[in-house]
């Protein structure tokens, strides 16, 4: 039971991932054809399948609204409050003066007849207030005397030019012109009292006038005219005109909105869940055949899945939005990442599938997928070096050219003509490349969450000058230059068969740290003297197989990282010291050995990188071994080699087919018979000939 739980998270991540994505999907149903204006329509003969309204353009419908806007009046309310309370102010302001000039006796016709001067200045305030004086909102003071306004009285309203009403200043200047032609002898003492007491009594509601506003822009219709069932909307090799196209838009909007009522959300949810199953399922059984090192690990598994989760959930999030453009996310940064840390086989096939993923939360159609499906071909098979700054902006460059170039050629089958073309779109794709430099920082991090190792921590370990390897330089020469030819030889092989010729390279200067605690014990340290011959057999074997437990530990020490670790572990697998063990054998013929004593603690090999590198170090030091080798002696040297790891079963849990074995192989006999300059041996000749 407890052997398949790891098979059960495995499980339980890919539902969790198809879950989680389909939830983001939208809830309804796509339209089925794809159009553009100027197109030539491909698809069969389209008639209408029922009535439907065909929607005004934008510029159109734009037009009705300014046009309804402009017709529209605002709404000015007359207070009947402001008329008593003025008159009331009127009243007392009257008293007060009236007092001071019985005291002063300035006014005295005033004085003999106050009644008469109050009566007319209460009747004259109600006049204006009864017709009603006019308070222009701050937004309405530049307006021309043809302006028209809605006045409300009480539960009437009375559509006015500004020309036929009084605002406070022409009431003003109404009184000092006619107030010195009326009856009363001392009309000057009522003008101040009555100028103070002009204000607007008919104010801007803004809260009616915006309602209104509002009511009657909604009312305006947004569609121009109908379409019925069965006719005909663009038959089969028909031109996409405009006129054509606004009624293939009205009828997609008509039938998402149509169908999208009638069908329920759980159809539509189901088909989104067995697309999102396909993509995610196809894509799992690729790992298990192409990359199953990852496929046999939850946290690799974890690592590849989460930008499908990621990725998925950023276009959902941007697509929601009116302010930011899909082309703005840069899926490109998933093949950099992933790259860095396995093959481009595995980089392409995660950006596919994340692009497919992302084409069903993406309103952009196929123009999305086919951009970014372009951009992962170009990180795919260009030259992006992470550890190259200068390569490094070049390929972003690269990839906005891609983008670029990609948008304007679909852009041109569009629409036919420059004009046409949303340039405002390389602006996000500009921004697209620049967020595609969040690789650089994101490799050293996940590198540190998956304990993976990545090409800079690869470039600091190869530092010569790192103690580790100064010291294997320093005690053991030997062992150094048979490291450097074996990460020669390995790396030669990796490139051949595809493998990360890089990391190997670097394992190979680490393979053999162990032998720095007995350097002399290992023949190509040696000149002279073999300190094996005053040991027993089984201690020779015992100091030989203690140069890989040593050397683990001595990188342990040293802070390499662990996959380093396992080619140290695995460099000769659970192989036999054969040498000592036969030495022995042939001295106890009536023993049997224990097998321990003769024998690696492995564990085999278990990446193609292992094992390669556990050949190229068979292969150089045998070769080492042989005098003046010719070729064929270097060719069956290797043959036998390779094929002896081969029948020991040293390469059974590794994932290395036959035929990237037969081209390492190959690799193998060039590289010794360069290196050893193998002669073909030919007869010997007569002195004088």
């Not at 121009?224 to 009828?251: A, H, N």
């Not at 023949?523 to 140069?547: C, K, L, M, W, Y």
């Not at 094992?611 to 292969?619: E, G, Q």
Request: charged letters at 20%; glycine letters at 6%; one cysteine or more.
């Amino acid at each position: 039971m407890l052997s398949q739980f790891p098979v059960l998270l495995k499980y339980l991540l890919l539902a969790g991932v198809v879950a989680f994505i389909s939830l983001l999907c939208p809830n309804n149903v796509r339209f089925r054809y794809e159009f553009a204006r100027g197109d030539t329509w491909h698809y069969e003969d389209l008639k209408a399948p029922f009535d439907f309204a065909i929607l005004k353009t934008d510029t159109e419908f734009n037009q009705d609204l300014a046009e309804a806007a402009q017709d529209f009046a605002p709404y000015y309310r007359l207070d009947p409050e402001v008329e008593s309370v003025e008159i009331r102010t009127f009243l007392a302001a009257f008293q007060e003066q009236l007092a001071e000039s019985t005291t002063s006796r300035d006014f005295q016709d005033v004085t003999r007849n106050p009644q008469r001067y109050l009566n007319f200045g209460k009747d004259l305030l109600s006049y204006f207030y009864k017709r009603g004086i006019v308070e222009l909102a701050p937004e309405h003071q530049q307006v021309g005397k043809e302006w028209v306004v809605n006045i409300l009285r009480g539960n009437t309203t009375q559509r006015q030019t500004l020309e036929r009403l009084w605002q406070a200043n022409q009431v003003r200047g109404f009184l000092a012109d006619t107030l010195p032609k009326s009856k009363l002898q001392e009309s000057e003492f009522l003008y101040p009292l009555l100028e103070e007491a002009i204000v607007g009594n008919i104010r801007y509601d803004s809260v009616l006038t915006q309602g209104l506003r509002q009511e009657l822009l909604e009312s305006v219709p947004r569609t121009r005219s109908m379409v019925r069932k069965g006719e005909m909307i663009i038959p089969r090799g028909g031109i996409i005109t405009d006129d054509i196209y606004q009624r293939l838009y009205s009828f997609k909007v008509h039938y998402e909105a149509e169908v999208t009522e009638n069908k329920s959300d759980r159809g539509v949810y189901l088909g989104y869940v067995l697309l999102t199953l396909l993509v995610i399922g196809a894509f799992s059984i690729y790992l298990s055949h192409d990359a199953p090192e990852v496929f046999a690990s939850i946290g690799k598994m974890i690592f590849v899945f989460q930008w499908l989760v990621i990725f998925g959930y950023l276009v959902y999030l941007v697509d929601s939005t009116d302010v930011l453009s899909t082309y703005l996310v840069p899926f490109a940064i998933v093949p950099i990442v992933i790259k860095s840390f396995y093959d481009i086989r595995l980089a392409f096939f995660t950006h596919l599938t994340v692009v497919l993923i992302a084409s069903f939360l993406s309103s952009l159609g196929y123009e999305f997928t086919f951009l970014q499906v372009l951009a992962g071909i170009v990180i795919v098979l260009g030259n992006f070096d992470t550890r190259n700054w200068s390569r490094y902006f070049q390929a972003i460059l690269y990839l906005f050219l891609a983008y670029g170039l990609g948008f304007l050629g679909l852009s041109l089958i569009r629409d036919g003509q420059l004009a046409n073309v949303d340039w405002q779109v390389y602006s996000w794709l500009g921004l697209n490349a620049f967020l595609t430099l969040l690789a650089f920082p994101l490799i050293p991090l996940l590198e540190r969450v998956f304990g993976f190792v990545s090409t800079f921590t690869l470039s600091e370990l190869s530092d010569l000058n790192r103690p580790l390897l100064r010291d294997l330089a320093a005690k053991a020469p030997g062992t150094w230059q048979h490291s450097l030819q074996v990460g020669h030889l390995a790396e030669a092989a990796a490139r051949r068969i595809g493998a990360n010729h890089f990391l190997l390279r670097v394992a190979a200067l680490y393979h053999d740290v162990g032998k720095m605690n007995n350097p002399s014990y290992f023949i190509e340290n040696q000149s002279g003297t073999n300190p094996h011959a005053e040991v027993a057999f089984e201690d020779s074997a015992r100091i030989i197989i203690s140069h890989v437990t040593d050397g683990a530990e001595m990188a342990r020490k040293n802070r390499v990282p662990k996959i380093l670790i396992d080619f140290i572990l695995t460099h000769h697998g659970t192989t036999r010291v054969e040498y000592f063990y036969r030495r022995w054998a042939a001295e106890n013929p009536d023993q049997i050995a224990d097998p321990k004593l003769f024998r690696y603690p492995g564990p085999k090999p278990r990446s193609k990188e292992e094992v390669i590198l556990m050949l190229a170090d068979s292969v150089e030091a045998a070769c080492r071994s042989l005098p003046a080798p010719t070729e064929q002696e270097l060719m069956d040297l290797v043959d036998k080699i390779v094929e002896g790891k081969v029948a020991h079963g040293q390469l059974q849990d590794s994932h290395l087919t036959f035929a990237e074995l037969e081209a390492c192989r190959e690799v193998f006999r060039q590289v010794m018979k360069s290196v050893h300059h193998g002669r073909i041996a030919y007869p010997e000749q007569p002195a004088n000939t």
